[in-house]
């Protein structure tokens, strides 16, 4: 009796601990280190833009293997015109990367045998030295690893962080990881990965035609593009992101930089929800959303009125001249109570 | 009680074993590479090497007001080429592909040749030499007598532009020389094919990263020429705390090339040029 009475208290007493720490702390931290990841580890999947992951639901947390490969390859900046860009995966911005609170990752830098320079990545939602920097340093033809914990829900931008970085970042090498919170983000219609960056070029003396990063621009922070997911015209004409009336569409934007910061707004719609910075911190009706060089934000909204939506930075010279714009298609039945034109014309 | 010491002593082997295993290796692959050396044979050299005066310069990562004195030595104007190492490693097999032992390269030691001797196809007999290690170039230089140039005497000379011993003011210096490492595979061509620099030292940026005899030495610790920075951290922006030209974007890159690279390490685009003492002291 005795003996039942004192597990049952004991057994309370952990409860109540468990529940303290919960809601105790700011954050979830530390229950997330000391949450388990179930299984063998497997291969993630992993996409380019503007494609994200599948969610992860309510699943609980796993090891994931994470295999990147560095890269230095010519591509198609605006137009028919080529730049040298330097990737993750071989796409600017590199492959999203999708996991959950608590989930153990093993992530597998290769950069390619015809690779330059070394190249490595330092991950926002990494805490530890240089986010993995130091670790995944790979030199040419090599490969480097290292295994985090997922311990704080949010959008984080990752990118290389090896010298001189505002190069490595000018070229295009940064992406995006999002860790969900315990349960998965709440469900939307459709997923979408957008990520800016600035590009400062001149022309290659190398190669006619090519364009190559140019030092003092980025130094002047004087960018000749100014860029949605390393190309003009990325979200334009065919490429354009879609979505029905009615639908809720969710954006997971990233700002890699490696300077500006963006104004970023979607012509003709408000955001219901911005996950501030990318953070935990959801603000509504939202206009216009700030993102830093290095940030992101999570901003969702729900399609009430069928048409094309201009996706910009409201830094509208960059929107205008740079190339930062791309355009979401709705479409569906009009909905005249909430959008008509045509209602006052002037009488003869 | 034996046993509780026996297994304290296997422990404390144990530990530091685990501790030391990276120093180890290199101080076991060290010890075995001067004992291979007894044994290298002199193969012979018409490389020309240019008379570098030394001097005093500003490393790239230092201290601002600390300068490093370089001593005069000779250079070789040109990297090694492919078939130097080639006589090279026919006159010393066991530094031929299917005999080099593991701890002196990885395995990508002379990828594409054909075989111990052939060269790979298609290769330019006078391309630089790459996929070798360090402690391959190390017994390279060995066998025509010389040595590989410290890294203070190779960024010595690579101060120089065509036409002045140090060009690390002008803008265009550390542009063109970026220009030239985003292009890639350009170690599939001849040397001396460009104009050498101010010394008369060819391909300098233009083909492969080169070995220096103390690559690694940016990451020491306590460093007694700039004891108030122990921790150099090269990553991020940290990078740019400890160098003395934030600008120099090239000397970033060969510094990140660097850092990146072990001893055993073979690399498509990395290749060396060997180096020599002198005792002249004013030639030019």
Known sequence: ?348 | MKVLILLQIAFVVLFYSCNKQNVKLDISAANESKLISNTIHSISSDVKMVYIPGGEYKPFYGSEYVLTKVAPFLVDERAVTNEEFLAFVKANPQWSKSNIKKIFADSTYLRDWQSDTELPKNAKPDAPICFVSWFAAKAYAQSVGKRLPTLDEWEFIAMADETSPNARAKPEYSSNITSLYLQKERQYYSVKQSKPNYWGVYNIFDLIWEWTDDFNSVLTTNDSRTGQYEDKDLFCAGSATSSTDVLNYAAFMRFALRVSVKANYTIANLGFRCAKDTSINNKK
């Open chain 1, 1 to 348: 009796m005795t003996n039942k009475l004192i597990m049952v208290s004991f057994f309370m007493a952990v409860i109540f601990g468990a529940c303290k720490s919960g809601t105790n702390s700011g954050n979830s931290s530390q229950s997330a280190i000391d949450m388990i990841a179930e299984g063998e580890p497997k291969v993630a999947e992993v996409t380019g833009a503007p494609k994200v992951p599948a969610p992860v639901g309510n699943r609980g947390p796993k090891k994931w293997i994470v295999n990147l490969e560095t890269t230095e390859m010519e591509g198609v900046i605006a137009d028919s015109i080529s730049y040298t860009f330097w990737t993750f995966n071989n796409t600017v911005p590199g492959s999203f990367i999708r996991v959950r609170v608590g989930d153990e990752v093993t992530l597998n830098l290769k950069n390619a045998a015809n690779s330059v320079l070394p190249h490595n990545i330092d991950l926002h939602a990494v805490t530890g030295p240089g986010g993995g920097a130091a670790a995944t340093t790979a030199a040419p033809g090599k490969e480097a690893s290292f295994t985090f914990k997922a311990i704080n829900p949010g959008l984080y931008v990752y990118h290389c962080a090896a010298p001189p970085v505002p190069m490595h970042i000018g070229n295009g090498m940064y992406g995006l990881i999002l860790v969900e919170p315990a349960g998965g983000l709440p469900k939307v219609d459709k997923e979408y990965y957008i990520m800016q960056g600035d590009f400062y070029t001149k022309t290659s003396a190398a190669k006619k035609g090519l364009l190559e990063f140019d030092n003092d621009k980025a130094v002047a922070e004087n960018p000749d593009y100014v860029l949605f997911n390393g190309k003009k015209g990325s979200l334009l004409g065919a490429n354009m992101i879609e979505a029905k009336v009615g639908e809720t569409v969710r954006l997971f934007v990233g700002n890699g930089g490696p300077n500006l910061t963006s104004s970023f707004h979607v012509i003709g719609e408000i955001f219901d929800n911005v996950y501030l910075e990318g953070g935990s911190q959801i603000s509504h009706n939202i206009q216009t959303t700030m993102i830093p060089a290095g940030g992101s934000a999570i901003v969702e909204f729900k399609c009430d009125v069928p048409g094309e939506y201009v996706i910009v930075d409201h830094s509208l010279s960059r929107a205008f001249n740079k190339g930062a714009i791309g355009k979401l298609k709705v479409t569906g039945d009009a909905n005249p109570k909430v959008f008509q034109a045509g209602g006052a014309v002037t009488k003869e």
